[in-house]
């Protein structure tokens, strides 16, 4: 089972509720959102080669914190676990300042480099993923998005919707990209490891110093 000397590294660092509450903005943050059905957690413990790194809940939108996870002793690569959107059953007001908390960690965050986006393959760009999308245009922020669970269709319409998701984007999205992924199967491993390897500046040739 392949694994990746990087990512399999990763450890728990710290949760925050808010920007204030974030470790020092330094260094190169990867995060990853996406509604709390997509497969968020699954994803990220498959990423890190890690069982329970991300806790996979029954109950959608348990994450309300934004969670970090050091690659290196230093903490100067991390794997940033947003909460979850759309699914939460929080009272109103602790929706609205964890949103807002949210909104501040992807508008001001200077060591965010790019946001990995996870959707469902069976039910993409719903209406809350093309606001997400319009946001991080304005912020020119890249975005790359994994069409998770993609075991659950065939293979001919698991790349038509990849089809037509590349095209929408080309026309629409130019700051995104986009792959099947599936963490059952471990389909497209490869593609989002050189992805996130882009947004480090890692280099997986040479030897780790």
């Not at 200077?110 to 993409?124: E, I, N």
Request: proline content about 5%; aromatic content about 8%.
């Amino acid at each position: 089972m392949s694994q990746h000397p990087l990512y399999q590294q990763a450890h728990y660092l710290k949760s925050a509720p808010d920007l204030s509450h974030c470790p020092p903005d330094e260094g190169f943050e990867v995060a990853f959102a996406g509604r709390s059905n997509a497969g968020k957690s699954s994803a990220l413990n498959v990423i890190t080669s890690q069982k329970s790194l991300a806790r996979t809940s029954k109950t959608p939108g348990r994450t309300q914190m934004i969670n970090f996870f050091a690659l290196d002793e230093q903490a100067q690569r991390k794997l940033v676990d947003l909460p979850g959107y759309g699914f939460a059953k929080v009272n109103l007001k602790m929706k609205r300042a964890w949103e807002a908390g949210l909104a501040e960690y992807i508008e001001k965050r200077q060591s965010l480099k790019g946001l990995v986006l996870l959707m469902d393959v069976r039910h993409p760009m719903t209406e809350i993923d093309q606001v997400m999308l319009d946001w991080t245009l304005d912020l020119e922020l890249p975005v790359h998005i994994l069409l998770t669970k993609a075991d659950k269709l065939k293979k001919g319409p698991a790349n038509a919707t990849l089809l037509k998701l590349k095209k929408q984007l080309k026309e629409q999205y130019p700051h995104a990209t986009a792959q099947l992924f599936s963490s059952l199967k471990r389909t497209g491993l490869d593609q989002a490891w050189n992805k996130l390897d882009e947004w480090f500046e890692y280099e997986r040739v040479k030897p780790q110093k």
